[in-house]
């Protein structure tokens, strides 16, 4: 909440001095008060909303709350499931208004833009000039490019191609008490000073706020093929991803979904899934056309044995249906029982299988329904446990089954955050994972940045 002896009307008259009245917003509005994590009844509070047109404006903004000891909290689609973009008191700083497309240099692979910008638009314009950015967030049609960077946000292609972080060479950054500073840029490679670029990314708003971003891209493959197969169980499933991996093959993608999730799902599966089938796996392959034609069949074969079945479109509309098909798990599982808390952990791959199973015995120890699927290439699971909407006694339920999650992945030599961040949903849990030297850097970084605490307070630690 705000910390000086500043009546509300004069916050938001204030405000609207700075970046004009049509673009101050009273903190009522609910859509800035949640994200996606709003399943979970987690919705927040704000003195004034601010939807700032260029980067000096949120600069501009940022050294007012900074004058004025006032949380600040970035926002960009409110996409997030970790609560980063739920305020609780303070001025929300919506960049939604940031959208310019700065510069694209299509023969050198690279494009500048906007915090705000989404990230549908940047892989479109992408590939209109025979290009690609690989990020692809399960959200990219509301998710911006500002929100992807402070959470590192990953995707089914991050296997092969890395989550956002590899894909940003600079950054525009509004830092306290309300300055904008470059890091990186048009550039490759950058081995000066500190990188203070990473330290950024992944930081969900906490250190500062991005407001522009330099990105790299790469050549479009001409061809993508994926193949889903389907096994008995999660030990047949687990030993194909383990071949996949073995055979040296870099699919550009490789998925899971244990039986709950297919319980869930099976029924709008574009293609036969077997009587029986109780774990599947999607793994793509990409390239040229010839490469790619190779690499599947390569693949068909790692996937084929234990296999119950197998489906391998080659259609664009086919492919398409697939990973429609994928995109929907989530919410073909939230409409078992009306809704989930859902937490994603990483482990080691080789300790994927042990965690699938144990995912299902932590839920049965709280008594719900749990079950799970993710990015199997990279240990990432998403972890859900089945909820009754209202049902209060099974939201307390699912959030101590949550803890004992982080707690295995932590066990099992993971992390309690693959791609959401922690938020305020996963706040004191990092301390499971670090050591207190550790957490000690930490907290000293988040000083360094913001000596006030004010920039998304209660966040991130």
Same mark, same amino acid.
């Given at each position: 909440?705000?910390?000086?002896?500043?009546?509300?009307?004069?916050?938001?008259?204030?405000?609207?001095?700075?970046?004009?009245?049509?673009?101050?917003?009273?903190?009522?509005?609910?859509?800035?008060?949640?994200?996606?994590?709003?399943?979970?009844?987690?919705?927040?509070?704000?003195?004034?909303?601010?939807?700032?047109?260029?980067?000096?404006?949120?600069?501009?903004?940022?050294?007012?709350?900074?004058?004025?000891?006032?949380?600040?909290?970035?926002?960009?689609?409110?996409?997030?499931?970790?609560?980063?973009?739920?305020?609780?008191?303070?001025?929300?700083?919506?960049?939604?208004?940031?959208?310019?497309?700065?510069?694209?240099?299509?023969?050198?692979?690279?494009?500048?833009?906007?915090?705000?910008?989404?990230?549908?638009?940047?892989?479109?314009?992408?590939?209109?000039?025979?290009?690609?950015?690989?990020?692809?967030?399960? /959200?990219? &049609?509301? #998710?911006?490019? @500002?929100?992807?960077? $402070?959470?590192? +946000?990953?995707? =089914?292609?991050?296997?092969?191609? *890395?989550?956002?972080?590899?894909?940003?060479?600079?950054?525009?950054?509004?830092?306290?008490?309300?300055?904008?500073?470059?890091?990186?840029?048009?550039?490759?490679?950058?081995?000066?000073?500190?990188?203070?670029?990473?330290?950024?990314?992944?930081?969900?708003?906490?250190?500062?706020?991005?407001?522009?971003?330099?990105?790299?891209?790469?050549?479009?493959?001409?061809?993508?093929?994926?193949?889903?197969?389907?096994?008995?169980?999660?030990?047949?499933?687990?030993?194909?991803?383990?071949?996949?991996?073995?055979?040296?093959?870099?699919?550009? /993608?490789? &998925?899971? #979904?244990?039986? @709950?999730?297919?319980? $869930?799902?099976? +029924?709008?599966? =574009?293609?036969?899934?077997?009587? *029986?089938?109780?774990?599947?796996?999607?793994?793509?392959?990409?390239?040229?056309?010839?490469?790619?034609?190779?690499?599947?069949?390569?693949?068909?074969?790692?996937?084929?044995?234990?296999?119950?079945?197998?489906?391998?479109?080659?259609?664009?509309?086919?492919?398409?249906?697939?990973?429609?098909?994928?995109?929907?798990?989530?919410?073909?599982?939230?409409?078992?029982?009306?809704?989930?808390?859902?937490?994603?952990?990483?482990?080691?791959?080789?300790?994927?299988?042990?965690?699938?199973?144990?995912?299902?015995?932590?839920?049965?120890?709280?008594?719900?329904?749990?079950?799970?699927? @993710?990015?199997?290439?990279?240990?990432?699971?998403?972890?859900?446990?089945?909820?009754?909407? *209202?049902?209060?006694?099974?939201?307390?339920?699912?959030?101590?089954?949550?803890?004992?999650?982080?707690?295995?992945?932590?066990?099992?030599?993971?992390?309690?955050?693959?791609?959401?961040?922690?938020?305020?949903?996963?706040?004191?849990?990092?301390?499971?994972?670090?050591?207190?030297?550790?957490?000690?850097?930490?907290?000293?970084?988040?000083?360094?940045?913001?000596?006030?605490?004010?920039?998304?307070?209660?966040?991130?630690?």
């Amino acid at each position: 909440m705000i910390r000086v002896a500043t009546t509300h009307s004069t916050l938001l008259n204030e405000l609207r001095s700075l970046v004009g009245a049509a673009h101050v917003l009273p903190g009522t509005d609910e859509a800035y008060l949640r994200d996606a994590s709003e399943s979970s009844g987690l919705r927040g509070n704000a003195d004034g909303i601010v939807l700032p047109g260029s980067a000096q404006e949120v600069a501009t903004v940022l050294a007012w709350c900074y004058a004025n000891d006032v949380p600040i909290v970035p926002r960009g689609g409110g996409t997030g499931y970790a609560g980063g973009a739920v305020p609780f008191g303070g001025v929300v700083l919506a960049l939604e208004r940031l959208t310019r497309i700065k510069q694209f240099d299509p023969l050198l692979w690279r494009l500048h833009v906007d915090a705000g910008v989404r990230t549908a638009d940047v892989r479109r314009i992408a590939r209109e000039s025979g290009l690609y950015f690989p990020v692809d967030p399960g /959200a990219a &049609e509301q #998710s911006q490019i @500002g929100g992807n960077i $402070a959470t590192n +946000a990953g995707g =089914p292609h991050a296997f092969k191609y *890395g989550v956002t972080g590899a894909w940003v060479t600079g950054l525009e950054v509004a830092v306290s008490p309300g300055e904008l500073i470059t890091v990186g840029g048009p550039i490759r490679k950058d081995a000066a000073g500190y990188d203070l670029k990473s330290l950024f990314i992944g930081s969900e708003g906490t250190l500062g706020i991005v407001t522009s971003a330099w990105l790299r891209l790469i050549p479009a493959p001409e061809a993508a093929f994926p193949v889903a197969a389907f096994y008995p169980g999660v030990a047949e499933g687990c030993d194909a991803i383990e071949r996949v991996l073995g055979s040296g093959l870099l699919v550009a /993608a490789l &998925e899971y #979904s244990d039986q @709950g999730t297919l319980a $869930a799902a099976a +029924a709008s599966f =574009p293609g036969t899934v077997a009587d *029986g089938a109780k774990f599947a796996v999607i793994a793509e392959v990409d390239g040229s056309q010839d490469e790619a034609t190779r690499l599947r069949k390569e693949l068909i074969e790692a996937l084929d044995e234990g296999a119950t079945s197998l489906h391998a479109p080659m259609e664009s509309g086919d492919i398409a249906s697939l990973w429609r098909w994928r995109d929907g798990v989530s919410i073909a599982v939230t409409a078992r029982r009306g809704g989930k808390l859902s937490e994603d952990i990483v482990v080691p791959v080789d300790r994927l299988a042990e965690a699938i199973e144990r995912i299902v015995d932590i839920g049965e120890r709280h008594g719900l329904p749990a079950c799970s699927w @993710g990015h199997a290439g990279d240990g990432n699971l998403h972890a859900t446990f089945l909820l009754q909407p *209202g049902a209060e006694h099974e939201r307390a339920a699912a959030e101590a089954a949550a803890h004992d999650l982080f707690l295995l992945a932590v066990e099992l030599g993971g992390s309690i955050s693959g791609e959401h961040g922690i938020g305020c949903i996963k706040l004191g849990e990092l301390e499971r994972q670090w050591a207190p030297g550790a957490m000690a850097l930490h907290r000293a970084v988040k000083h360094a940045f913001d000596p006030k605490g004010l920039l998304n307070p209660g966040k991130k630690a």
